[in-house]
């Protein structure tokens, strides 16, 4: 009998993590990426792996947003432009800023954040991952008492679901992370969390896969994904080349829709941009952070990284483009030093933008899609895309091989919408 034939398009970290899981189960993989191996929203987030959080759809969002969503500073923006795709899946995302909404999404992502985490650890520590992998959580940090009220709910849903979440006083934050300016009122830790260094961990992913049997190819463009009735089987690159499979994978994040759409799929995702700079631990730069945090009220992850701190977040809706809005990346240390001491005005020795896949109901699509034998979407991870991989990776290889995955992502399918 042949070997399984799996082709993954696209070689961010749910690519590589789908095809890490599908090479280590014998199945003959192959990586099509337009660009290089984890050169998309994989190269420069926050490097947080944060399990178990509730969707952005959440009660009262909708009315943050219209105050927010023209103010290019704000941590929401979404840039003024005629655009019919973003006014449907607005409204889409609207109906599900409910609290029955949130409970529902909890029933689902909580248990698979525990697989996730659990997952993670498994992979760093059987292949040995040079990625900076430090588990131990990370903090929230407040400076209003409305942060520290909105800190106390997202602790009290999680503890509810069975994280370890507590609230903190600003005094017992100030301990922890001495660092912190005066004025902080409170916040929370989160130790069912861990940090690493994206980008490498996406490298020593492929890498492994490689040494599994898999192939990676960069710079090659799937052009359309092909069928013969009802099954699929292969694809077509922008050169002309057709590449047979037995089954494609699709994992290209905020790009997915543009490939699906040739199929009769509209997937309800939308390319939610975030920004990074980066600045060296010296004088004239970042202070020696004793601890991962997101700053609150102006959703800035804080990063400790060797030799650099990275400063990561903000949301914007301005479409499928690479444009690095100056202003977005200057509010990221502006927030920054009104909750630090000690943030130099040295320059960044990175800044850096990327599109991260943002569905409607704020959860992941991942499963095979019916009426088409043969492929499965992984995509719409939205800022989870980093903590979910490794279990993502897992299940995709688990439905290829088994038909059916070992944990329950059922509410996750594509046939959803």
């Known amino acids: 009998m042949r070997t399984h034939r799996a082709l993954v398009i696209g070689g961010g970290v749910i690519g590589m993590c789908c095809a890490y899981s599908l090479a280590r189960r014998g199945i003959g993989v192959t990586v099509l990426e337009r660009d290089e191996i984890g050169s998309g929203a994989s190269f420069g987030n926050a490097g947080t792996i944060s399990p178990g959080h509730p969707p952005i759809n959440r009660p009262g969002r ?154 990676l190819f960069t710079g090659r463009t799937v052009a359309e994904i092909m069928e013969r009735g009802a099954a699929v089987t292969g694809v077509r690159l922008a050169d002309g080349e057709v590449i047979e499979a037995d089954s494609v994978v699709l994992a290209t994040g905020a790009y997915s829709p543009g490939l699906a759409r040739k199929l009769g799929l509209d997937l309800p995702i939308q390319p939610g941009k975030g920004y990074h700079r980066d600045l060296a631990l010296d004088d004239g730069g970042a202070p020696n952070l004793q601890v991962p945090c997101v700053l609150s009220e102006s959703s800035v992850f804080c990063t400790p990284l060797d030799g650099f701190v990275r400063f990561a977040g903000t949301m914007e809706f301005s479409g499928l483009n690479h444009r690095m ?79 059916a995955p070992s944990v329950e992502v059922r509410a996750l399918r594509p046939d959803r919408f």
Request: proline share 7%; charged share 25%; glycine share 12%.
């Open 325 to 403: 809005r100056k202003g977005r990346l200057e509010q990221l240390t502006k927030a920054a030093r009104q909750y630090i001491d000690g943030l130099g005005a040295a320059e960044p020795i990175s800044e850096w933008c990327g599109l991260r896949p943002v569905t409607s109901d704020g959860l992941p699509i991942i499963g095979p899609v019916p009426g088409r034998d043969g492929l499965l979407l992984a995509t719409g991870h939205g800022m989870l895309g980093l903590t979910l991989g490794p279990i993502t990776g897992r299940i995709i290889a688990e439905y290829i091989q088994d038909g």
């Open 62 to 215: 909708i009315r943050e947003a219209v105050l927010q969503m023209l103010n290019p500073s704000s941590p929401l923006y979404v840039a003024p432009r005629w655009d019919p795709s973003l006014f449907r899946w607005l409204w889409a995302f609207s109906r599900k800023c409910t609290a029955a909404h949130v409970e529902a999404c909890m029933r689902v992502m909580a248990p698979l954040g525990r697989e996730a985490i659990d997952e993670f650890g498994r992979l760093v520590e059987d292949e040995d991952l040079d990625c900076e992998y430090i588990p131990g959580g990370y903090y929230e940090v407040c400076r209003t008492p409305a942060g520290a009220e909105q800190a106390r709910h997202e602790v009290e849903l999680l503890r509810e679901h069975g994280y370890g979440a507590v609230t903190l006083t600003g005094e017992a934050l100030k301990e922890r992370e001495p660092a912190l300016a005066a004025g902080t009122t409170g916040g929370a830790y989160f130790p069912d969390a861990a940090t690493c260094h994206p980008h490498r961990f996406v490298l020593e992913v492929a890498e492994r896969t490689r040494r599994l049997g898999g192939q």
